[in-house]
């Protein structure tokens, strides 16, 4: 079975903390995303990779920035956490290919204070 | 553009209740669609998906057609248990690219 492990499920930081969120994927799967989650918004996405060292912006990419050095890693930072970011940070991989379907990660609920 | 809406929530049925939460796309060529849940405190798990046109996604008792003419992909249930309590989530991929495109959710309450 696919395996999407995240970091924490839980984080507590303060305003201005730099924040690493960390997703690793064991299935080789070339393509990863970072989404959150809020109440009545849905999932917007704000960086996907499709390969190592590959990043692309998504819909809310503002105050966040990505890393993917491996290919079964993708990091998401926070440069400088504020309370806005407070979220649900959802991790998911999928293979290229337009029949697959995405794999998610149980997500970090991350509050800053 | 893509895009996917999703019937809003929340949903509350008695248990055996018929299930039907609607869902319809916008894609500019032939996508593939899914519909995915979450339970509380997880995160999402594919559910069922389709992957042309009049194919029909089936999995623990849900089922959704793709149906190209009227755009949309409704997920139902013919007798919904309390273990369904869940947000349901439609989502398309375009057949051109790797971005997923995620409605906003539909949340279930069964009550026994």
């Known amino acids: 079975d696919v395996k999407v492990t995240q970091s924490s499920r839980y984080l507590v930081k303060r305003t201005g903390e730099k924040v690493f969120l960390e997703c690793v994927q064991d299935?080789?799967?070339?393509?990863m995303f970072w989404y959150r989650q809020d109440p009545g918004l849905g999932l917007r996405l704000i960086y996907f990779?499709?390969?190592?060292?590959?990043?692309e912006k998504g819909d809310i990419p503002e105050g966040y920035s990505v890393s993917r050095e491996k290919k079964e890693r993708f990091s998401l930072i926070l440069e400088s956490a504020s309370t806005n970011q407070t979220s649900m940070y959802l991790c998911?991989?999928?293979?290229?290919?337009?029949?697959?379907?995405?794999?998610f990660g149980p997500g970090t609920r991350l509050t800053v204070t | 553009g893509n895009s996917v809406t999703q019937m809003e929530g929340p949903v509350t049925l008695s248990e055996e209740a018929f299930l039907t939460i609607n869902c319809t796309y916008t894609?500019?060529?032939?996508?593939?669609l899914f519909w995915y849940v979450q339970y509380p405190g997880e995160g999402l798990q594919l559910l069922l998906k389709?992957?042309?046109?009049?194919d029909k996604g089936s999995n623990k008792g849900f089922e959704a057609t793709y149906r190209k003419e009227t755009t949309s992909f409704h997920l139902e249930k013919g007798s919904v248990q309390v273990s369904d309590s869940a947000v349901y989530f439609c989502?398309?991929?375009?057949?051109?690219?790797?971005?997923?495109?995620f409605g906003t959710g539909t949340s279930l309450t069964v009550i026994p």
């Open positions: 989502a398309l991929r375009e057949n051109t690219g790797n971005q997923f495109y």
């Open positions: 894609a500019t060529g032939y996508p593939s």
């Open positions: 299935m080789d799967h070339e393509n």
């Open positions: 998911a991989s999928s293979l290229s290919g337009q029949n697959y379907e995405q794999y």
């Open positions: 389709a992957t042309k046109a009049d």
């Open positions: 990779s499709y390969d190592v060292k590959m990043k």
